[in-house]
């Protein structure tokens, strides 16, 4: 695989790279927003990793949209009434990252499973991460980054955004706490997750 396309929600005034062959990855119900909707045309696979019930209780729109889709719909668990739905990787990630719980967003889950796929290159769009609701996730999506660089991964980000694309070997490694649990997979709660400490 040469190319995995990482697309967020963000606004960006940039134009959307060029799909060509590369994969084209997508979250939640960001293809239901008519703004950004044409930014995830060509789309190969969708993430959403939050139970059934959270989405159909939080985006009414998103639970229908995933279930006529016919590219593999991440999940943590195969849901009958989504054909697409599709078992998330995790024995894969953990064999490659065992023992991480470096994990604030979905973005940490989809930069995890692009990087176990050894692509050349991975390309992130709309992932801004400035406003202060999504600070906490800035230092664990920086460290996945760097874990793709670290294995001469191609890193490239076609938004302004808070996530820096140069290796850095001296970054520090999250130190995350047991009492810190791993979004979506245990939790959606954002004070239960780690938060900027360092190590």
Same mark, same amino acid.
């Given at each position: 695989? +040469?190319?995995?396309?990482? /697309?967020?929600? *963000?606004?960006?005034?940039?134009? #959307?790279?060029?799909?060509?062959?590369?994969?084209?990855?997508?979250?939640?119900?960001?293809?239901?927003? =008519?703004?950004?909707?044409?930014? /995830?045309?060509?789309? &190969?696979?969708?993430?959403?990793? +939050? @139970? @059934?019930? +959270? %989405?159909?209780?939080?985006?009414?729109?998103?639970?229908?949209?995933?279930?006529?889709? &016919? %590219?593999?719909?991440?999940?943590?668990? %195969?849901?009958?009434?989504? !054909?697409?739905?599709? #078992?998330?990787?995790l024995g894969?990630?953990?064999?490659?990252?065992?023992?991480?719980?470096? /994990?604030?967003?979905?973005?940490?889950?989809?930069?995890? *499973?692009?990087?176990?796929?050894?692509? =050349?290159? %991975?390309?992130? /769009?709309?992932? $801004?991460? +400035?406003?202060?609701?999504? $600070?906490?996730?800035?230092?664990?999506?920086?460290?996945?980054?760097?874990?793709?660089?670290?294995?001469?991964i191609e #890193?490239?980000?076609? @938004?302004?955004?808070?996530?820096?694309? &140069?290796?850095?070997?001296?970054? !520090? &490694?999250?130190?995350?706490?047991?009492?810190?649990?791993?979004?979506?997979?245990?939790?959606?709660?954002? @004070? =239960?997750?780690?938060?900027?400490?360092?190590?």
């Amino acid at each position: 695989m +040469h190319t995995v396309q990482v /697309f967020g929600g *963000a606004p960006s005034n940039n134009p #959307v790279p060029v799909q060509g062959d590369a994969e084209r990855w997508g979250l939640n119900n960001l293809a239901c927003d =008519k703004r950004i909707a044409a930014r /995830f045309r060509g789309a &190969t696979r969708w993430f959403d990793l +939050h @139970s @059934s019930e +959270h %989405i159909q209780a939080r985006r009414l729109n998103a639970y229908p949209w995933l279930c006529r889709q &016919t %590219i593999p719909v991440y999940r943590w668990a %195969i849901d009958a009434q989504m !054909p697409m739905s599709t #078992v998330y990787p995790l024995g894969a990630v953990a064999t490659v990252f065992p023992g991480c719980r470096i /994990f604030t967003s979905t973005l940490d889950w989809m930069l995890a *499973a692009a990087i176990v796929l050894e692509p =050349k290159r %991975i390309e992130l /769009f709309g992932w $801004r991460m +400035h406003h202060p609701q999504y $600070r906490h996730q800035v230092t664990s999506g920086q460290w996945w980054v760097n874990q793709a660089l670290s294995r001469g991964i191609e #890193v490239v980000n076609y @938004s302004r955004s808070a996530l820096v694309m &140069t290796y850095n070997p001296t970054l !520090p &490694t999250p130190l995350v706490l047991p009492t810190h649990l791993m979004y979506g997979l245990e939790t959606t709660d954002r @004070s =239960k997750l780690y938060h900027a400490v360092s190590r």
